[in-house]
């Protein structure tokens, strides 16, 4: 057996769907509905209405998964869901070609609204996809929060209620893509945008705007942040918990976006709604005329001026049209003064006018961006969530028209439902037998009638002229409509004299098909002419503001139209027409939503509000008419699919035509004939019982199925398990003993290698051993036979040894004798011939004793001196030759000289010496240049100046006298300066001049010429002072090593004034030296004197000091430092040179 899904029928909590309530009646519905709202299931079915019950919290039964179980069921197949109805409609849409209505209803706060958006997610999730159509669906589904914004409040009934009347047609094509979609909306509750009942607030935009845009925003649209500024806004409940404004003005300003809003028709509407907080915010006093009356004025026009400034309109001309009313009567003007209450009117009108016309502006700007774009034919489905049923304690013109729009759908509803009943039958064969029911016709004629109804007899005391008021209209009531059975008032209609104490004064009662309901005709004729005066629309039409002008085109003077324009009741009679034809050409599909509780919690389910609802929706009338022919009927598929194991010819096949077999299940379970009828494809089942009847055998049914299919499963798996373990316990002992045998294979083949490795062990040691022993002997018998040729050998040696022995020892002997034999023979030999030279220099020495006794007179007169001349000159020749090779290097410095060889060449040795190295200094000499010579001359100069006399002078000998230390020629810094010297610059260099005050010095540049020292100064090269040389008489030095110089002038000479210089210098020896030079080489040849001493006197201008230099430690990195004493005492303290 298969069951492929989950029925209705399968786990009922109550039951769901009340046809198939038992029994049938106010109590057991609504406990029904409890029950099940308990468990959680918010939905319950009525044949194929939907009643939703709002859980006020948020349910998982809206998943994507959901939407896959639901797609492409059949309506009954699965437990009662919205989807199931949002399925069958959006299915035989496409697939049936069947334009459809979903009608919404339910009072305030029972979930309309949510109900509509989840049919439209649904359906938008199941249609086709692709980009085009994602747009189409977006904005579609984007449009909700836009109109959400500017037509939903919050009211002490529902924190977000829909204040306007919605429907909306989707289109789709063929293949059921959605192309688009139209909105119609209704009766906008504008008179909530200028007050609010208590516990209320207006419409969320106001709210968005002012928390959710930016700074920026609301200063261009010259708003505060602050609620509280508003008088339009209601202070007690601009808070709503769990509502986030902010967050909502930007999802609205997003979805605007993508529903095609630009960018300032965005930024028009929200300087509209910026213009009506303004508007509420304008105040009006009197002013006193001098005809007695009193003219309103604007109080405060702070508010006006920026409320024009935003809308372009000129301030004079709004603030007239708050003043002054003119009213046109064919050629006449008559303009007459409004007094503050007609000001306040004005202002309300306005603002009401101006705020329900930009709503209706935005309805046709959204229909305008969702239109279908394609011309071909579409399929519709609509969807209508309107306001339900409204009776309040104080009901006024607002409910007695929502409630007539309710009659009408309850009037639609009834004829659809029955319509489709009838058709059902007719289409299956079934014989139709009338159905009792309420008719509400005649409660719509009293409304509507075009002669005597309400709204007739509304609108023609609004358009009558002379005095109009809302209790003439009564009366008029009272006259006309008395005798209607459904109409009550004050004045009983049996008697004009009997009062019906049960109604106030100014009310009327209306039986609705749903309860009675108590209308105060205060405000009806008001409300029903809905005047804004001309002047105001005139005003506005004159804004230089394209949106405002475009909601007030009666305004343009040049279409005056005279006619009054329709009355609101009109207006929505009309609309309301236009509606009900619509939803006639389609068919319906009805939520009915309903509200457990009036404190908007989940969990709690009043009864008596609920059974209140359920009367006034008329759902008990529902399932009487959907109970009053047949409570249930199935196809026959799926009813033989359901019920064939009741039956053993239909189970578990059935192979014959499906309605044959429902045929052989009823005839085998005797159902009686007159408890069901077969139609052409479904079986139509009376009562209630027998499908429970059905359903009841069934469970039995399944239950003895289970526990047969139990049975043999239970069976079939044991047995299955049984050969598993058979066949397992083969293969388990077959590998056992495969491995057992493998295991003792392996024992026995390594018992076999271990003897066998013992015998061949054993077999090799023996070997080895007779191995061993035949080597040992055969090393015996070679030891032996060595031992034996030893011995021969040795033996054989020995007598050898013997016999060489004896043979050396007659050599030896032999040798012996003849080397004494040689010895006595050269003995002698040696004998005789030092006997023959003794002869021999006997014989020499008496023969030159001979000849020099011949000779010695010849020798002493002539060969004495030339061997004496001849040995001098040798020994000179000697001597000169080994000085050539001997003599020192070229320097002149080389103190090097060899000695002499003898003593008389001492004078000699001496001036050669000298010659030598006067010889090499003229040599050194002769490689001077000019200007080398002049630096010699003048280390020379400096040398007979300083030598021995100042300690500096040591240093000063290995430095160069460079002259010019600054490059005064060629440093551009000193160019001035050198060219303010004629002569050449023989010396450049810095110096510190010593203050005479403190001792302390100052940098100066100081220049010598053949003619000057000049001073200048560093930084700038400007001359400080130019002393002539004729005018220095000395200079004074220190004998220390200290840079010190006094240049002392010539008393009364021009450089004289300021007195002697004192200063101190790096290069004071060649400094002096140059000065001196200079002195010695003058053409008047007057000498510069130099004089070095420790103590000398200065003259500073008038006064001497005395120059004393003394020895200080070595400190301060060898500086020497000068310190004034006292006025006739300068100190210098030179440290120790180390
Ligand atoms: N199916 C649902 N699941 C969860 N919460 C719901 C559901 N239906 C309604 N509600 C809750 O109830 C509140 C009121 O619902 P909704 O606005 O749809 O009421 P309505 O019938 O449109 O009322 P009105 O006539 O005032 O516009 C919602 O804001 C939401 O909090
Ligand atoms: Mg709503």
């Given at each position: 057996?298969e ?18 309530l ?69 299915r035989s ?25 989840l ?42 209620s ?20 139209v ?8 008179s909530?945008?200028?007050k ?7 419409f ?24 509280s ?6 202070l ?42 303004k ?10 005329r ?56 004005a ?41 339900g049923?409204?009776?309040?304690e ?79 209209f ?13 109409f ?30 108590l ?27 394209t ?11 040049a279409?005056?139209n ?32 309903i ?161 066998q ?82 002869v ?27 061997i ?24 002149p ?49 400096a040398s ?15 430095q ?29 260099d ?71 210089f ?40 008038h ?13 301060n ?11 006739r ?9 180390a």
């Amino acid at each position: 057996m298969e069951v492929k899904t989950k029925s209705l029928l399968d786990n009922m909590i109550g039951v769901g769907d009340m046809v198939l309530l038992e029994p049938l009646s106010e109590d057991s519905f609504i406990e029904n509905l409890r029950k099940r709202f308990d468990h959680n299931e918010i939905y319950t079915y009525i044949g194929s209405v939907v009643i939703s019950v709002n859980p006020y919290k948020s349910m998982l039964i809206y998943t994507p998964e959901k939407v896959e179980e639901y797609r492409n069921r059949n309506f009954y197949e699965l437990s009662p869901h919205i989807y199931a109805l949002a399925d069958e409609a959006y299915r035989s849409l496409r697939d049936q070609d069947k334009d459809q209505c979903i009608l919404i209803t339910g009072e305030s706060g029972a979930g309309k609204t949510e109900a509509s958006k989840l049919v439209m997610s649904y359906v938008a999730a199941v249609c086709g996809k692709g980009q085009e159509v994602n747009k189409v669906k977006e904005q579609l589904l984007q449009s909700n929060p836009v109109l959400e914004a500017f037509g939903n409040a919050k009211t002490v009934r529902n924190d977000n209620s829909s204040r306007f009347g919605k429907y909306m047609d989707i289109e789709f094509d063929f293949k059921g893509d959605p192309l688009g979609g139209v909105i119609s909306n209704y009766l906008l509750e504008k008179s909530r945008v200028v007050k609010q009942p208590r516990g209320e607030r207006n419409f969320h935009i106001f709210y968005q705007l002012l928390s959710g845009a930016s700074d920026d925003t609301l200063k261009k649209l010259k708003l505060d942040r602050d609620f509280s500024k508003y008088n339009y806004l209601s202070l007690d409940s601009a808070v709503v918990n769990g509502l986030d404004d902010a967050a909502n003005f930007r999802t609205v300003r997003n979805a605007m976006q993508i529903v095609g809003f630009m960018e300032d028709e965005v930024q028009s509407v929200l300087e509209l709604v910026a213009a009506v907080l303004k508007l509420g915010n304008i105040e009006f006093k009197p002013e006193s005329r001098c005809n007695g009356t009193d003219e309103s004025r604007v109080k405060d026009k702070n508010d006006l001026k920026e409320m024009c400034e935003l809308l372009g309109i000129e301030q004079s001309v709004l603030e007239r049209a708050f003043s002054y009313r003119t009213v046109e009567a064919k050629m006449e003007k008559v303009s007459t003064t409004l007094n503050v209450a007609q000001a306040y009117y004005a202002r309300d009108a306005l603002a009401k006018n101006l705020y329900s016309r930009l709503f209706s502006w935005i309805v046709t700007r959204i229909n305008e961006s969702i239109k279908a774009q394609a011309k071909t034919r579409h399929k519709v489905m609509g969807v209508l969530d309107i306001y339900g049923f409204e009776i309040f304690e104080d009901n006024s013109f607002e409910q007695f028209i929502i409630n007539y729009c309710n009659e009408k759908l309850q009037q639609i509803f009834i004829e659809l439902t029955l319509r489709e009943e009838q058709e059902e039958y007719i289409r299956e064969g079934i014989e139709w037998t009338n159905i009792e029911y309420f008719n509400n016709a005649i409660i719509c004629d009293l409304i509507e009638n075009h002669q005597n109804g309400i709204l007739a007899m509304l609108d023609e005391e609004c358009l009558r002229p002379g005095t109009v008021t809302d209790e003439t209209f009564l009366d008029k009531l009272n006259t006309v409509c008395a005798e209607h059975q459904h109409f009550e008032s004050r004045l009983n209609k049996n008697s004009k004299f009997l009062n019906d104490h049960s109604l106030p004064h100014c009310c009327f009662r209306i039986q609705h098909y749903a309860g009675k309901v108590l209308y105060r005709v205060e405000g009806f004729v008001d409300k029903n002419n809905d005047l804004l005066y001309r002047d105001l629309s005139q005003a506005m039409y004159k804004a230089n503001h394209t949106l405002i002008k475009h909601l007030f085109p009666e305004g343009n003077p040049a279409k005056v139209n005279l006619k009054r324009p329709p009355t609101a009741g009109f207006q929505f009679k009309a609309s309301v027409g236009t509606l009900m034809r619509n939803l006639q050409t389609k068919n319906p599909n009805y939520i009915r939503c309903i509200k457990p509780n009036d404190k908007k919690a989940p969990h709690i389910f009043t009864e008596s509000l609920v059974c209140h609802q359920v009367r006034y929706l008329g759902l008990m009338e529902n399932v009487r008419v959907r109970r009053a022919g047949y409570a249930f009927r199935q196809a026959y598929e799926p009813c033989l699919e359901r019920y064939k194991m009741l039956c053993k010819r239909t189970w578990p096949h059935w192979r014959g035509p499906a309605r044959e077999g429902v045929e052989v299940l009823m005839a085998d379970l005797q159902v009686p004939a007159e408890e069901f009828s077969y139609g052409r494809s479904k079986i139509f089942i009376r009562n209630p019982r027998t499908l429970f009847f059905l359903e009841e055998r069934r469970r039995q049914c399944l239950q003895d199925l289970a526990t047969l299919i139990q049975k043999i499963y239970r069976g079939w798996k044991c047995r299955t398990h049984f050969l598993l373990l058979k066949k397992s316990q083969i293969v388990v002992a077959a590998w056992y003993r495969r491995y057992a045998q493998q295991k003792k294979y392996q024992k026995i083949k390594s018992a076999t290698t271990v003897v066998q490795s013992y015998t061949r062990g054993w077999q090799a040691r023996k070997l080895l051993r007779e191995l061993k022993h035949q080597k040992r002997c055969e090393e015996a018998a070679t030891t032996i036979a060595a031992y034996w040729h030893g011995t021969q050998a040795r033996m054989e040696l020995r007598r050898l040894k013997q016999e060489v022995r004896n043979k050396h020892a007659v050599t030896v002997i032999w040798a012996y004798w003849q080397g004494t034999k040689a010895r006595r023979e050269l003995r002698r030999l040696k004998e005789e011939a030092k006997r023959k030279h003794a002869v021999a220099v006997i014989w020499a020495y008496w023969k030159g004793l001979k000849v020099r006794r011949e000779y010695r007179k010849f020798f002493r007169a002539n060969a004495g001196k030339k061997i004496y001349d001849f040995t001098i000159q040798r020994i000179m020749q000697k001597y000169f030759q080994g000085l050539k090779k001997t003599l020192p290097s070229m320097s002149p410095i080389d103190k090097n000289w060899p000695a002499r060889p003898y003593i008389f060449l001492d004078g000699v040795h001496m001036e050669l010496r000298r010659i030598f190295h006067l010889w090499r200094c003229k040599k050194y000499r002769s490689q001077f240049t000019d200007e080398k010579k002049a630096v010699y001359e003048e280390k020379l100069e400096a040398s007979e100046l300083f030598k021995d006399k100042k300690a500096l002078y040591a240093s000063s000998v290995s430095q160069p006298f460079k002259g010019d230390y600054l490059e005064i020629s060629k440093n551009p810094k000193y160019q001035k300066l050198n060219s303010s010297v004629d002569e050449k610059v023989l010396l450049a260099d810095v110096v510190n001049k010593i203050n005479r005050a403190n001792g302390k010095g100052t940098t100066r540049i100081l220049l010598l010429t053949k003619k000057n020292v000049v001073l200048a100064d560093q930084k700038t090269g400007q001359v400080k002072a130019n002393v002539a040389l004729p005018d220095l008489t000395s200079v004074s030095v220190s004998t220390q090593n200290d840079g010190f110089f006094a240049l002392r002038l010539k008393e009364g000479s021009a450089s004289a004034v300021k007195g002697d210089f004192l200063l101190s210098s790096e290069h004071l020896i060649e400094t002096i030296t140059k000065l001196h030079h200079i002195g010695s080489t003058a053409s008047d040849g007057e000498q510069l004197n130099v004089d070095i001493s420790d103590e000398f006197l200065v003259q500073f201008k008038h006064d001497k000091v005395c120059v004393k230099f003394i020895q200080g430690a070595p400190k301060n990195g060898n500086s020497v430092s000068c310190k004034r004493k006292n006025n006739r005492l300068l100190e210098v303290s030179v440290p120790a040179s180390a």
